[in-house]
């Protein structure tokens, strides 16, 4: 079985420009998440798909951040523009949608560098 | 708001011996994680802890989770260089959110 999948795996790009990164959970889990970490701080959750509805976005941290999960399977999150801050690791992590743990599976992650 | 305190944050052992990573967490609720974290890998569940008392065991690795004492830990026993990772005590908001909380990572070195 495939495990979750993040494209690309790194990125460089530069003060205003855009990016987007994408995240391909595993087939069949209805959950989709989305957690960064900057550098020096802790994995920070930033939204939670459950299809392709947003369940909680409350950790996103501001409009330039646009997350999408078109029917219900991989998920995009656009950086619109992109600031010096962003720079980070982007990991993405799904889980199933019923009973059980809720135990999530994580991505690789993208390695963002805003320059 | 959730807080997740894991001590220490770097640990460098020698092989064969014994040491405990210990995790904090300011809330109430179940549901503990551990995960490990390979540089430049994806983060992978170890154990899943969902209630008072609960222990698990892998290997070398034992969890524990104490909810009243908001405590969990992670007990290496005769560490081999197969274990140098970060570890990540994760928790998770309780009452119907899934969106986890990570302590900062406890940074794991064995030497030979």
């Known amino acids: 079985e495939a495990g979750v999948t993040q494209f690309p795996s790194h990125s460089v790009i530069e003060k205003g420009q855009t990016v987007t990164l994408r995240c391909d959970p595993i087939?069949?889990?209805?959950?989709l998440y989305w957690y960064r970490r900057v550098m020096g701080k802790e994995i920070k959750f930033l939204l939670h798909f459950v299809k392709e509805s947003k369940q909680d976005e409350s950790g996103m941290p501001n409009n330039r951040f646009l997350a999408e999960r078109t029917g219900g399977t991989y998920s995009t999150l656009k950086v619109q523009p992109a600031e010096l801050e962003d720079s980070g690791v982007y990991f993405c992590?799904?889980?199933?949608?019923?009973?059980?743990?809720?135990?999530?599976?994580f991505g690789p992650g993208t390695r963002l560098t805003v320059t | 708001e959730l807080k997740v305190e894991q001590n220490p944050l770097f640990l460098s052992m020698q092989e064969g011996k014994n040491y405990t990573i210990y995790c904090n967490y300011s809330t109430t609720s179940d549901r503990l994680y551990w995960y490990r974290q390979d540089p430049g890998k994806s983060l992978e569940s170890l154990f899943v802890l969902l209630s008072n008392g609960a222990v698990k065991q892998e290997g070398r690795l034992m969890a524990s989770l104490d909810t009243k004492a908001r405590l969990s830990t992670l007990h290496i026993t005769a560490a081999v260089h197969d274990l140098s990772a970060t570890y990540f005590c994760?928790?998770?908001?309780?009452?119907?959110?899934?969106?986890?909380?990570f302590g900062k990572g406890t940074k794991l070195s064995v030497i030979p």
């Open positions: 994760i928790k998770d908001s309780g009452a119907g959110s899934y969106q986890l909380t």
């Open positions: 087939s069949g889990h209805d959950n």
């Open positions: 992590a799904s889980s199933q949608g019923w009973g059980g743990s809720h135990e999530q599976y």
